[in-house]
Every structure is written in structure tokens, then in C-alpha cells.
């Protein structure tokens, strides 16, 4: 019978201690070396904010008319120690269907074309119903409670992945976490045009601001 070299150390250690080599594995296990409990929370779209914050282009840029579109329907969870940065996770799932103008510069007739034009033209929502987040790591500090992050990961948006890095402070109290940051995206990168239809509302900047303030409740 051949042995390998992990089988040969096994021997060898144990009868030279005459001790159990793995009862001292599962002591060295058993330590404060051990990984840090996580703690997960679901994310609640109807205590957050979450907003899209896009600039007008073309030759009615000066009119102020911006874009304040709310993201109203997406789920997720994030997961973290409450003692340190790793390990911890975050999932988003946003039903691209649900975002809708929001700024009070526009009238309740505008704001339906706006949100047509959104739907069928420039995110095309029928074909992507979903824009999608997945982390791949989070780096950062932690002090005082309070953790300063950058959370790296996969962003699907328009059929089209694309990796991004998003800068959070992330809170903590009792069974209640709290989020907020802001990160911005190259639409063209993910094939999202501004769209050319009639009224032609949607005629925004290459680059679009997201701004949120999510809320999360513990499992």
C-alpha cells in the first residue's frame, strides 16, 4: 500500500506526541482564529431610495430639465461580520421596469413619455427585465461602528456585464443595516442609447450618477 506524505507526517507526529495530530486540528480550529460569524440582511426597496441621476443633452440642456428617475422594485441581500471588513457579500436584483421619472420639473404628461421612452426604447425592458449586482470583493476600514468600503463586482445592465467598483458607508444598529454612496456609469459601455423617438425626453449624458440610501433588515 503506498503512502502518501500527509499519511507519513500523521505517523510520525503521533508517535513521537503520542497525542491525536487532529485532536489538536480541531483545538486549533476551535480558537479565536476562527472565521467571523456573518450576519445577512435583505434589503427593503420601501425604506430606501435608490436614484438614477441623469443630465440632458442636446440642445435643450440649458432648460435645467435633468432626470431624477427613482428605482422602486429590486431585492437583494447583504451579508458582513459586525466586526470586520471580510467576509461579506451584497446581491442586487432590480426589475428594470420599475424605474420611473420622479423630478418635479416635468408634468404628470411628460412624465408618462418619459417613462414610455425609458421602458420600450432605452432600456427596452421587455428584452431586460432585470439589471443585476453580484459582488467579488469588499475592501475597506472599520471604525467606530461604521464601515467605509469599496464593494467591487459584476453589474448586468442591458445584456451587457461589466465590472464595477462602488464606494459605500455602511452602518449598522440593532437589527437594522443602512448604505449610502453613489457611483457612476458610461451608458454607452452598456449599449443604453438615449433615445430618438419623437418627443425625444430621454436625450441624456454619456455618463449617468446613481445615488442611494438602502436599507436592510437582519434575517
Given at each position: 500500500?503506498?503512502?502518501?506524505l ?10 513521537i ?17 476562527s ?9 427593503d ?9 441623469a443630465?440632458r ?6 432648460k435645467?430639465?435633468?432626470?431624477r ?6 431585492s437583494?441581500e ?18 428594470s421596469?420599475?424605474?420611473g421619472?420622479?423630478?418635479?420639473v416635468?408634468?404628470a ?11 420600450n ?11 443585476t ?15 467605509d ?24 444598529e ?13 451608458r ?6 438615449a ?5 425625444g ?19
Open positions: 500500500m503506498k503512502l502518501t500527509l499519511s507519513l507526517v500523521l505517523i510520525v507526529a503521533t508517535s506526541t503520542g497525542d491525536s495530530v487532529l485532536s489538536h486540528a480541531a483545538e486549533f480550529s476551535d480558537s479565536g482564529l472565521t467571523p460569524d456573518v450576519v445577512r440582511y435583505r434589503l426597496p420601501n425604506r430606501s431610495t435608490f436614484l438614477a441621476l443630465n443633452a442636446g440642445i435643450a440642456w440649458f435645467g430639465k435633468s432626470h428617475i427613482a428605482v422602486k422594485d429590486f437583494g447583504a451579508s458582513l461580520s459586525l466586526d470586520a471588513i471580510n467576509p461579506a457579500s451584497l446581491t442586487l436584483d432590480i426589475k421596469a420599475s424605474l421619472e420622479t423630478s418635479p416635468f408634468s404628461k411628460e412624465k408618462e413619455i418619459i417613462n414610455g421612452e425609458i421602458n426604447i432605452v432600456l427596452e425592458t421587455a428584452k431586460f427585465p432585470d439589471i449586482f453580484k459582488s467579488t470583493g469588499i475592501e475597506g476600514k472599520l471604525k467606530n461602528g461604521t464601515y468600503v469599496v464593494v467591487r463586482g459584476d453589474i448586468t445592465l442591458h445584456g451587457v456585464t461589466r465590472s464595477i467598483a462602488i464606494p459605500a458607508t455602511v452602518r449598522v440593532g437589527d437594522v443595516l443602512r448604505a449610502r454612496g453613489e457611483f457612476s456609469l458610461n454607452k459601455k452598456f449599449g443604453v442609447n433615445t430618438e423617438a419623437f418627443h425626453f430621454v436625450k441624456v449624458r454619456h455618463t449617468i450618477k446613481f445615488v442611494f440610501d438602502i436599507i436592510g433588515e437582519r434575517v
